[in-house]
T-cell receptor
């Protein structure tokens, strides 16, 4: 158990809909990262928040947004869903703001299926 | 885009044998990390090696890094059926917070 908690574990939704994925980082970790894992794209970095502020942005679509709340939990919002958004979405956390020497701990992921 | 490219894509060995997996990357790195993923599960951090290190051990794991060849290898000694999983290398360049993952190697250890 990494200490990173993600909900829901699985969800199925229709195209055009909106979903919210939730993540609680490990106790004491200030950074939260979101990654997408799909068969064709592999593991892709989406976005990072550090202590409530957006820190780094990756290949995140404009239809997707994220935020980190004062209690450090984070949400990833996916809207106008398309079939191609079906993937495993991971949240990860680390203590510091950067990667230098920091180990990143991953949650178990949220399986999203868009039908 | 993928930074790391693991080799081979799939590996099948007998329990007790050693498994060697390779990763090559394209640009300069700060750290290289190896992760394991059991089918449909989360990523488990195995080991981190910094760009100024050449070799690192952790239990049955040995990681080497050759920055001149932009490559790393992960050796699992005395493999067990429980080592069956996908293994990913991931790099960061120190300039930002992004980990760039390879496509992964599927390791099957036959009992």
């Amino acid at each position: 158990d990494s200490g990173v908690t993600q909900t829901p574990k699985h969800l199925i939704t229709a195209t055009g809909q909106r979903v919210t994925l939730r993540c609680s980082p490990r106790s004491g970790d200030l950074s939260v990262y979101w990654y997408q894992q799909s068969l064709d794209q592999g593991l892709q970095f989406l976005i990072q928040y550090y202590n409530g502020e957006e820190r780094a942005k990756g290949n995140i679509l404009e239809r997707f947004s994220a935020q980190q709340f004062p209690d450090l939990h984070s949400e990833l919002n996916l809207s106008s869903l398309e079939l191609g958004d079906s993937a495993l979405y991971f949240c990860a956390s680390s203590v510091g703001s950067g990667l230098s020497g920091n180990t990143i701990y991953f949650g178990e992921g949220s399986w999203l299926t868009v039908v | 885009s993928q930074q790391g490219e693991e080799d081979p894509q799939a590996l099948s060995i007998q329990e007790g044998e050693n498994a060697t997996m390779n990763c090559s990357y394209k640009t300069s790195i700060n750290n290289l990390q190896w992760y394991r993923q059991n089918s449909g599960r989360g990523l488990v951090h195995l080991i981190l090696i910094r760009s100024n290190e050449r070799e690192k051990h952790s239990g049955r794991l040995r990681v080497t890094l050759d920055t001149s060849k932009k490559s790393s290898s992960l050796l699992i000694t005395a493999s067990r059926a429980a080592d069956t999983a996908s293994y990913f290398c991931a790099t960061d360049d120190g300039a930002n917070s992004k980990l760039t993952f390879g496509k992964g190697i599927t390791l099957s250890v036959r009992p």
